[in-house]
């Protein structure tokens, strides 16, 4: 799947720090890539409705982390995927008389047209859940020759090739590592969050879906032995993974609603089809609100980037208002936030329209600490300001240096994806 553009990423005088995040399984902060070689896998969007801030705010996340390493001479390989099948894909494509593959292709560009507009450096492997189908059916199989997956007969089920298959989570001696919940709250999470803990015929409720079997109206591809049919979610991202960075790889990020079943199982299975490896570090980013309830397409309470930029907001504005929220926080949209956020962005831009400015050196070096601090964007944004607020104040002074507001931009540019 191709990707969108690739912002420019100016040079920097110097390199940062190792970068520390907190290890949202352990709660501890490590720094999760103490190689030269920094790999990220960060669920994608499922491709049926516009991008919101909730998305918006994942991606922006985990966009400082890709940048905070390649600032610390890091080679940085980054892989995503687009789930374009899936149920609420399908359902939702039903739901307004569109071909579900139409729908999935004109939300898969706005995506990429909303990341690009916001600066978010693309990933380097970009897979959909379709292309990626046959390596899931040979991922699937050997799961099950293993015996560590096992079928399921269809409600309807007519004969051989059929049936459902599911992961056997008795398998895996590591399941539960990634949200260490207890039984209930993963049974309840389960239900909610796209599982079928109440399908009969499963030797364990939480059991995850490997492999759906064709259903009549429903999209099915050739599964091998499996029978036709289309692979479920969790095992997608973890053949993608598998396949674009090799296992294990550093850090598997998206947001703290994707921890529980989606992070779990994808690590289980990932696990399973590597001997014991999957994500060493889980990262998960907050959750965003609007009018105090979290932004859902099932509230409809969304704030779509695409209509914020239809509307003239300027990108910058809208990135900046992210970053002012720590990523793993959870906070609230609010109209204040986005009016700060574009003063801020006035107040910058004033403070590198000069030829000269004040030294750059600590406001660098603060940005950078604040960022290898467990991506502490509101710290960054603090150090920027102090730096822009003296720059604006000593306009005209005769005492500035030379070429700092171009130092200044590129570092703002280059660490926070802000473009002055
Ligand atoms: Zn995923």
Redesign the pocket.
Known sequence: MLTWPAPQIPALPGHGGPVQVRDSSTGELVVAAPGSRASL?V??ITPYDATHLGHAATYIGFDLLVRAWLDAGQTVVYAS?V?DVDDPLLERADATGMDWRDLAADQTALFAADMTALGVIPPDVYTGAVEAIPAVVGAVESLVADGAAYRVGTPDASGAGTDDVYADLAADPGFGLVARLGRDEMLALSAERGGDPDRPGKRDPLDPLLWRAARDGEPAWDGGTLGAGRPG??I??AVIARDGLGLPFDVQG?GSD?RFP??EM?TSHARLLDDGAGAATHVHTGMVALHGEKMSKSLGNLVLVSRLLDAGEDPMAVRLAVLAHHYAADWEWTDAGLAQARERLELWRAAVSGNGAPDTAAMLAGARAALAADLDAPAALRVVDDWARASVAAGGRDDLVEGAPGVAARAVNALLGVRL
């Open positions: 896998y669920c994608g995927n789930t979610w969790h997608e991202c998206g994707l989606h992070h994808s």
